[in-house]
């Protein structure tokens, strides 16, 4: 599904004619949707079961950049090398 949100995010990012990466643009823009999706639950989780943290700034900071940082490692691997490794094969079969 990822690799789907991906693919149609490209095909429209390149009728932009202003856009000149669209590969990255939508790697950055599913990457955010679903880093976001991933802090909604967590929100609603702690609403839900009444969680209560007590982390400092630096701590807030350190968890947010660190898995932002994963999310967007496994949408490069699940997307970005893998468009490239598509439209290789593409390429050598045309």
Excluded at 5 to 10: E, P, S
Excluded at 28 to 51: E, G, P, R
């Amino acid at each position: 599904m990822i690799k789907e949100i991906y693919y149609w995010t490209v095909f429209y990012l390149r009728k932009v004619k202003t856009n000149d990466m669209p590969e990255f643009n939508a790697f950055l823009s599913v990457s955010l949707m679903i880093f976001f999706n991933i802090a909604t639950i967590f929100i609603v989780a702690k609403y839900i079961f009444d969680i209560s943290l007590k982390l400092s700034h630096n701590e807030t900071t350190l968890v947010g950049l660190s898995s932002g940082l994963f999310v967007g490692f496994i949408c490069y691997l699940f997307t970005y090398k893998q468009k490239k490794r598509d439209s290789g094969k593409i390429r050598q079969s045309s």
